[in-house]
């Protein structure tokens, strides 16, 4: 009785060390135009498979288990498949729709297609299994069936892994830099913003940086929900050498017309996240996400600028830009605070601020310069020191090491975990340490 006990008590709070990979066979099916089933065999059988990875709500929406005898239990957002009387299973299924809904800071689960194809995110079907008292992770052969018409084309169709596949019938088409899909209802400012931009981000990587791609990139440009969805997005991810980007709603259309470098400038943001998965693996994580995202989208406007998009005028002017956002932020939370509050764009305002002070305290007379010698300095870490050192840990050893001083990490530190009374104070408080100079 005690063992049994113990089993159901580990069932329920995911308890336990992750050991040894169970190897087995997945299949993702698109059964119709918005219905999935995705089956799971394993080499061996086991008491339970798990989905912990943040859901947003999309699985407890519509997903049921698809194999007899077995039962979705959903916890939070979190999910199981497990019999009634913890039998052993060999195979286990769900079917679910389409959901379309954007989550607050975690990829799409679905982008439709205007001609009725579908890119899916991968990552919500990824598991464990709980085998011998322990939870294990899934290495399974994968396959991926779409309708009788439709193509299907991932980066690694041969494994169950997070990444990005489309299901559909659209043409590919093939550059020198990507592989990509197109909506054809992709505005055409934004479709030439990605065309343009992926070889120009390329070269600056080389140049700057010494990187150049293992590969060409995998793009997928969803517009399905441009005509017919009651809010205006505009959305982009990446995962190993793939990008997608997904648009839903006439504003964002319109919005796109309205600025031609934004998706130019996008898109770089998007290759550089590529650069840092490629370079620093999972040295960086979403709980201090300011580090990438706010250097992704720095890098991204040095770029812009260095390959001629951005003239002088516009080059100041989206600085100051981003200290104005980062300001009106801060009135609402610290940066360390903001996922809790919601406010996502703290990463992005307030990270790239901080990077840009980082490098105009390591070179006044150009902080372009700085930022790049910064990040040049984040390449040279060894693999001992990025394995004890992640995300802003990082950063601030790699202050140190270029010769800043301990004030001003910690005043970087500081301005991280504050939500400031005045935030334009605290923005000047911040130059000040850096860079001995007010705002």
Known sequence: MMRIWLVVVALLGLEGQVQAQIGGTFTLERLAERDWRATYCFDEPVLALAFTRRGEGIRRSSWISAEDGLQLVFTGDQAKLQHPKNNLFSCAAVSFKTDTRIPEKNYM????????GVSVYTGYLLGQVYKDGDWREMALRASYKGLPEDKVITRNPAVLGAQ??????????????????????MPSVARLGVLSAVPRANEMLKILFGYSPKEPYLVFMAAGELETSPSDHTKAGTQPYQILFTMKGKGAARWADSDP??????TMHEVVHIWQKDVWGDSFGPDTAWVDEGAADALSHEMMARTGAYRAEKYAAVWKGVESRCRLILKETSIHGAAEAGRFDAFYQCGALINRLVGEALNPVAPGEGLIDFWRAMMEWDRETLASHKGEALFFLTMQKLGLTNQQVVAVKNFLA???????????????????VGG
């Not at 689960?109 to 009725?116: E, K, M, N, P």
């Not at 990005?164 to 209802?185: E, N, S």
């Not at 470098?261 to 996008?266: A, G, S, V």
């Not at 504050?418 to 001995?436: C, E, V, W, Y």
């Open 418 to 436: 504050t939500k400031p009374a005045d935030p334009g104070k605290a923005i000047s408080a911040l130059r000040l340490t850096l860079l001995g």
């Open 164 to 185: 990005f596949v489309y299901f559909g019938k659209l043409a590919v088409r093939q550059t020198p830099a990507a592989t990509l899909v197109i909506d054809p209802a």
């Open 109 to 116: 689960a679905f982008s439709t297609f205007s001609d009725g």
């Open 261 to 266: 470098l934004y998706f130019p400038q996008f």
